[in-house]
């Protein structure tokens, strides 16, 4: 846009999640065994979300998490086939649920175990900042725009972009680490302070009013 770096202040994505649906909710809507380890996946069947990289990372978890199972949820796109292919060839039919489209997206990742995201394109990974707000610890590959929303392997365990053998590592990390459940509660309290829908709302309101009284003082606002 020609627009100076001292001008710009980049707002995060907000997200609004409804606590009481998310302690409400369950698998049975899913289909997924109670006490299986699940790892879940919400994102449209498109090329650049590259879910056949994460059937195959999935059969990589599968040899040591025997018992663990696949959901993917998301309006069905031009990428379905290759996905499919993916789960015909490492034989994982039994495991590896392809839900679609689904209104409950929020409550399949408040009861998974682990957030798997394969994207490697993204704009602002909505489904990201969602699955940290509901406290379900993430894997994902290290692009940019994810390494940004997560503070690196702060708040998520990450892996080498398009590579399945990385993303089988890290999803195994990420059920594994002996400290998932104080990582993953710190790391919803600081997702929830930045990313959700008030938060946001109230950095942009703050941003706002300091643009106009910089402009009828003509100070330059301090950026953000």
């Not at 998310?22 to 919400?42: E, K, Q, S, Y």
């Amino acid at each position: 846009m020609g627009l100076p770096f001292e001008a710009c202040t980049v707002v995060p994505r907000g997200v609004r999640i409804d606590p009481a649906a998310v302690a409400a909710a369950t698998r049975g809507p899913f289909g997924v065994p109670a006490d299986a380890p699940l790892f879940v996946n919400v994102a449209r069947i498109v090329p650049e979300k590259a879910q056949h990289l994460l059937v195959e990372a999935f059969a990589r978890v599968r040899e040591q998490v025997p018992d663990a199972r696949l959901a993917i949820a998301g309006e069905v796109g031009p990428a379905l086939p290759a996905v499919q292919r993916a789960v015909e060839r490492t034989g994982l039919g039994d495991s590896v649920t392809l839900l679609g489209f689904r209104s409950d997206v929020r409550a399949l990742g408040a009861v998974a175990d682990v957030f798997a995201y394969s994207s490697v394109s993204e704009g602002s990974p909505g489904a990201v900042a969602e699955a940290m707000v509901l406290g379900t610890p993430v894997a994902a590959f290290a692009i940019p725009p994810v390494a940004e929303l997560t503070q690196g392997d702060q708040r998520a365990w990450l892996a080498t972009p398009g590579d399945a053998s990385a993303l089988a590592d890290a999803m195994l990390a990420a059920w594994q680490a002996p400290d998932r459940k104080e990582r993953s509660v710190a790391t919803q309290r600081w997702a929830a302070a930045t990313y959700s829908l008030d938060a946001v709302a109230d950095r942009l309101g703050d941003l706002l009013v300091a643009r106009v009284d910089a402009h009828s003082t003509g100070t330059p606002a301090r950026r953000s």
